[in-house]
């Protein structure tokens, strides 16, 4: 299997660390209680399909991407620099935060 | 028997080998197999569970008879198919599965006791007493049903592993793949062709068909020439793709020097290949398959197909007498080539009433071969048909079935295949592996004509170009009947590998294993090296027809890769020895070796267990002396394995405030921190010391185990969590060298050392910054993991070997030296120092006694979920030390504790220990360890339990500092 890493380019399988679905990208405020935590610590939905999931391109550049693949047929439909998921959904909760 | 003017084999070159020590000649371009059958040797193996003498069966990879053993001593290969080594000068084959030799086998008792063996037998047999199974039936089983034996040396020959790219990647070189290769090379596609054979051509070899008005074999050899003119074109041959994966990935298998005598170390004797492939075309062909009837597996029973392989490939006539038993026109063409090369043909046995001959030969038709006679080689068969019975002289029966698309390759990503009524086969499931498309006889199209038309189309329409000219070539009919298993009594034959015939089919049926996958298993029906590849169609057709039901209905079983078997030594290539796990090695490697230290690995890294000197003759006295050193004088440690993160950036200090659960934004310049990082569950994750060298520059140290976690662990928080953190970080793990320097004279060494003298005034506990040592720009750190007055110095890697042999040097005028592993584990237990002995990811911050040390002043990764309460209970296991106080004086690592009246079973399990050392300090053992309620327990007798050396200890539970607890000695 390769990896479409958006600084290097499709790269190996090997190349990779993996971490799980993408959850742990929105981390709960610390008052956000015991079950927003258990949530974001430990579970996970584990449904066969299209999955965000982390890897990190930890023999190559170090980025920590992205990836959606389907957890079925492992199709990999592309992958994202993390970076730019997390300034998109700090910022989009934020005009939110704005609003209202 | 060779046949004049027949073959591809160069007779002008001879070649000699040995088939169990006998001698023997071949030609250059024989395969073992051919080699044999021209030497009229009929009897290559016996039969995997009945000990049965049997033959070659086929002309290919699919071979489940000819098995044998090749070359001897570290380069000794087994299972090796006779049908698929070639030939060299002093090649050594031997028989396998025999003994005391393959003529006469012993357990060819088991033969005549098979009515006790069918299916199921070794289950229902071996089940009963519990007991035997591991010490006696299972070590009986292995010996008596077998295949080929490994040497038990260390493997001799080299293996290597290698990528590859391309646009499309063409499974089989026969007329399908050369048209879809030549196609997608014209078009100018990045095109590998790969083939298991050493020729291209497939089948166009192994026949007498015409291809563009000459021989299919020439046509073949213009276009292999044709490829490999081409620098698109990559021609593998000798390659078999093993396995079709995910994303265009494909495991292929090349032969690289199985072929020739030269084992000289320089070229591997396989590589493993992983090709991606934009686009794949499996133009793999078909297998042919025998019919079953009674002693169907006799030496010189072969399919058609191969009967005529030997002939037209290698010029040899398996029998003076050939007969042919077929459902098909097809197999025909055997007693036609034959009748033409001047061999004579008996009859031709054809299961069709509306069968017609095609040649001058004697048609029996609507008839079945009902028996054959003969022990270790084929005499005579017998013919049944409606005018009666009769025996027929013959030497050699080529059979054939029918024949199955090679559908393998697309069913490895659990792709089904699709039954097809006209050729009573399956045939591959479009879509079956993503990218990859079927052409030719895979594909159930048999004439030449068919597959030289399909190939080039499929080329065409992946890439969108035009087909290379398509040649004119044979276009007949393939007319079959099924014919699975002729009726009768005594055993059939499906699967001559692991002798299953057709009664075991039916039993596991009546035994209720329906469910193909049940009766595969029940049976052993398609198992091992050939994976069914001669008999899996057969035994379903069978099995369905056992069960009423039709074959689309009872299914499949699933094919795995690999196609065909691969070494584990060509998949491990490059990953043994060293490879498997390199070595890193400290700058005072070189100087620590040369004191004979002995070396203990750390993850990959090597350090010194402890530095021995004359006249000490235990580990134990070493470590003593080494401990002394730095409790009474000086010693030196390198220490360079820890990881080391140089952090910088105006926001550094909030991401160690983020990082660690205490604070490092506080931190002064010049002043070094201990910190405790967890896991976002609130566990303890790592500990170490950061240094702050400037306002926006820190250097990180991490354990020697948890460096690499670390690092990402900081790539994860900065990237996926605190992205707005205006800082930067790199591992300088390698760039720096870095020393302890550690006991009451450790400032009188340095100060032989440094260019300008230190004080405790300037250099004070926990202090930290630049200092230069023989104009070299180094760094200092007043930092202790020993209790001593300590420092710990760090220069460029480049300069570590001169620090290291210098500092030591020093320390030997001063009363002290050098010092391993022993002495600084010893050190930090008596200090009751943690490692990650103790934080083993169980424990928490509260569990180790640091729970004040999660700032309630800012939050950290791991702060709520450390705050959970039963993560804050008085009632869990925290660290404490111990020590022995009853007559036994010995403390075990691992060892559990117990009420010193309590039984010791888990009920009553109050903890266990995690580090012991015996402390010349002290003069007795201690321990660091996790006790329920922890320092409530200070000063009580518990009983150490060690359940496996068997040992039992008082301890008294003790404050896990016992060496200094004020701490005087560090700051002094
Ligand atoms: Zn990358």
Redesign the pocket.
């Known amino acids: 299997m390769r990896l479409p890493?958006p600084?290097?380019g499709e790269?190996d399988l090997r190349e990779f660390y993996y971490q799980g679905a993408a959850v742990s990208l929105t981390r709960p405020d610390p008052d956000a209680g015991a079950d927003a935590w258990a949530d974001y610590v430990h579970l996970r939905e584990n449904l066969p399909g299209d999955l965000e999931e982390m890897w990190h391109?930890a023999q190559?550049?170090g980025?920590w991407l992205v990836v959606t693949r389907n957890t079925a047929t492992h199709v990999v439909k592309g992958a994202k620099l993390a970076m730019d998921t997390k300034r998109a959904d700090t910022k989009r909760a934020d005009t939110k935060g704005a609003r209202t | 028997m060779r046949v004049r003017n027949k073959g591809r084999i160069d007779r002008s070159k001879p070649v000699s080998f040995t088939f169990d020590g006998n001698n023997y000649r071949g030609f250059e371009g024989d395969t073992l197999a051919s080699a044999l059958l021209a030497n009229d040797v009929r009897l290559v193996s016996r039969s995997f569970k009945y000990h049965r003498p049997r033959g070659i069966l086929t002309a290919g990879s699919e071979e489940p008879n000819a098995l044998v053993t090749i070359g001897s001593g570290g380069h000794q290969d087994p299972n090796v198919r006779a049908t698929v080594q070639e030939i060299y000068e002093g090649l050594e084959a031997r028989s396998q599965n025999a003994w005391p030799s393959l003529e006469f086998d012993v357990m060819a008792v088991n033969d005549l006791a098979s009515p006790f063996l069918g299916a199921g037998f070794y289950y229902k047999t071996f089940m009963w007493p519990r007991a035997f199974w591991e010490k006696i039936y299972e070590p009986i089983i292995r010996r008596a049903a077998g295949l080929g034996a490994l040497s038990g040396q260390p493997n001799a020959d080299t293996y290597e592993r290698a990528f590859a790219h391309c646009d499309v990647l063409v499974i089989g070189g026969g007329p399908a793949g050369l048209m879809a290769a030549l196609t997608a090379g014209q078009a100018g596609a990045d095109v590998i062709l790969a083939d298991e054979d050493s020729l291209l051509g497939g089948r166009l070899n192994l026949e007498t068909l015409e291809v563009d008005g000459q021989s299919g074999a020439a046509w073949a050899a213009g276009v292999a020439a044709q490829l490999n003119a081409m620098e698109n074109v990559r021609v593998m041959t000798r390659t078999t793709i093993t396995g079709a994966y995910d994303q265009g990935t494909y495991g292929a298998l090349e032969r690289v020097n199985h072929h020739t005598s030269v084992r000289n170390g320089k070229a591997p004797l396989e590589t493993f290949w992983r090709i991606a492939a934009k686009h794949a075309i499996l133009c793999a062909g078909a297998l042919e398959r025998p019919v079953a009837f009674q002693n169907n597996d006799r030496p010189g029973i072969m399919t058609a197909g191969a009967v005529r392989a030997y002939l037209n490939r290698w010029g040899v006539a398996p029998g003076k007498a050939i007969t042919v038993f077929a459902n098909n026109d097809d197999a025909h063409r055997t007693a036609l080539d034959m009748i033409d090369a001047g061999v004579h043909v008996s009859a031709v046995i054809d299961s069709r009433a509306e069968a017609e001959a095609l040649g001058a030969y004697t048609l029996i038709r609507g008839a079945h071969v009902t028996n054959t006679g003969g022990r270790k080689r084929l005499e005579s068969i017998t013919v049944r048909s409606a005018s009666g019975a009769q025996n027929i002289a013959t030497d050699c029966l080529a059979m054939s079935g029918g024949w199955n698309p090679t559908v393998h390759l697309t069913c490895h990503m659990n792709g089904r295949p699709t039954w097809r009524e006209d050729i009573a086969s399956f045939v591959p499931t479009e879509g079956a592996i993503p990218g990859l498309v079927t052409a030719g006889a895979c594909q159930g199209d048999f004439s030449t004509a068919a597959c030289l038309q399909a190939g080039a189309a499929a080329a065409a329409h992946i890439l969108g170009c035009d087909m290379a000219d398509v040649p004119v070539g044979d276009d007949c009919a393939y007319r079959m009947e099924p014919l699975w298993a002729v009726p009768g009594k005594g055993r059939a034959w499906l699967d001559f590998q692991n002798d299953v015939s057709v009664k075991d089919i039916k039993q596991a049926a009546t035994e209720n294993f329906r469910s193909v996958e049940h009766m595969k298993r029940y049976t052993t029906q398609g198992m091992a090296t050939d994976q069914g590849k001669n008999s899996n169609v057969q035994a379903l057709a069978l099995l369905a027809d056992a069960t009423r039901r039709g074959i689309p209905e009872t299914g499949t079983t699933t094919f795995r890769p690999p196609y065909s078997p691969v070494a584990m030594a060509a998949l491990a290539a490059g990953a043994e020895g060293k490879g498997f796990m390199p070595e890193r090695f400290t700058t005072s490697h070189v100087a620590t070796k040369e004191r004979k230290a002995p070396m203990i690995e750390a993850g990959l890294w090597y350090r010194p267990s402890y530095f021995p000197i004359k006249g000490e003759t235990h580990w134990r006295q070493s470590c003593d002396r080494e401990v002394g050193y730095v409790r009474e004088a000086v010693g030196v440690c390198d220490v360079s394995t820890l990881g080391k993160i140089d952090i910088q950036g105006p926001d550094a200090g909030a991401l160690l405030d983020f990082i660690y659960t205490n604070m490092f934004s506080t931190l002064k310049v010049g002043r070094t921190r201990y910190g405790l990082m967890l896991r976002e569950d609130g566990h303890v994750m790592d500990d170490g010391t950061t240094a702050r060298l400037s306002e926006d520059h820190y250097v990180m140290t991490t354990t020697t185990a948890a460096a690499g976690d670390v690092m990402r662990h900081l790539e994860f928080v900065t990237q996926c969590l605190r992205p707005d953190l205006d800082v930067r970080f790199a591992s300088v793990t390698e760039q720096w060298a870095q020393f302890a320097v550690a006991g009451p004279k450790a400032r009188d060494l340095l100060n032989g050392l440094l260019d300008a003298p230190i004080d405790g005034e300037s250099w004070p506990f926990m202090a930290c910054g630049p200092v230069s040592v023989g104009g070299i720009k180094a760094r200092l750190f007043r930092i202790s993991f020993s209790g001593e007055h300590a420092y710990e110095i760090a220069v460029p890697s480049r300069y570590g070997d001169a620090l290291f042999r210098a500092l030591v040097k020093r320390a030997e005028k001063l009363g002290g030296g050098p010092y391993g592993m022993e002495a600084l584990n010893v050190l930090r237990i008596e200090k009751g120092f943690i490692t990650h002995s103790e934080i083993h990811g169980r424990v928490t911050a509260f569990d180790i006694g640091m729970g004040r040390m999660v700032s309630a002043k800012k939050d950290c990764i791991g702060k709520t979920m450390s705050m959970r309460e039963g993560l804050l209970d008085e009632d869990r296991e925290q660290l404490m030390g111990f020590k022995p106080i009853g007559p036994v004086m010995q403390l075990t690592a691992g060892a559990h504790l117990y009420e010193e009246g309590a039984e010791p079973v888990a009920a009553n399990d109050l903890g266990y220990f995690t580090s012991v050392a015996f402390s010349p300090t002290f003069g007795h053992y201690l321990a660091l360890g996790f006790v329920r309620t922890g320092a409530a327990r200070k000063g009580d007798r518990l009983k150490m339990v060690d359940a496996v050396r068997g040992i039992e200890t008082v301890v008294e539970v003790c404050h896990p500092v016992f060496f200094d607890p004020e701490g005087e000695r560090t700051r002094g």
């Open positions: 890493c600084l290097c790269r391109h190559g550049c980025a």
